[in-house]
């Protein structure tokens, strides 16, 4: 199993971003994926989950209305838009194959003006 994060980097607060996670070695469409999340100095949090077709989405109430997970199984990629972004979410950003323990490297996201 491979997980590659991508997509992060420094944006001003207010503004957007959109991550990327390319997965590998695994049948991709018959697991959920999820997005969590490590701030500095704090535990690493669930950000966000789809179900592996991608008709269930479930996210944390921080970020409800702000994030938009999604998926295509034809890449084997899946996705996380993050608009209206906060400094509270700076963080390295991982995604996760539910059921299995394989993380990424992660993907640094600083929202700082």
């Known amino acids: 199993v491979q997980l590659v994060e991508s997509g992060g980097g420094l944006v001003q607060p207010g503004g957007s971003l959109r991550l990327s996670c390319a997965a590998s070695g695994f049948t991709f469409r018959r697991y959920a994926m999820s997005w969590y999340r490590r701030a500095p100095g704090k535990e690493r949090e669930l950000v966000a989950t789809i179900s592996g077709y991608g008709d269930n989405t479930d996210y ?11 998926r295509d199984n034809a890449k084997t990629t899946v996705y996380l838009q993050m608009n209206s972004l906060k400094p509270d979410d700076t ?3 991982y995604c996760k194959v539910e ?15």
């Open 60 to 70: 944390a109430a921080s970020m409800k209305g702000r994030f938009t997970i999604s």
């Open 91 to 93: 963080a390295v950003y």
């Open 99 to 113: 059921g299995i323990n394989t993380w990424g490297q992660g993907t640094q996201v600083t929202v700082s003006s």
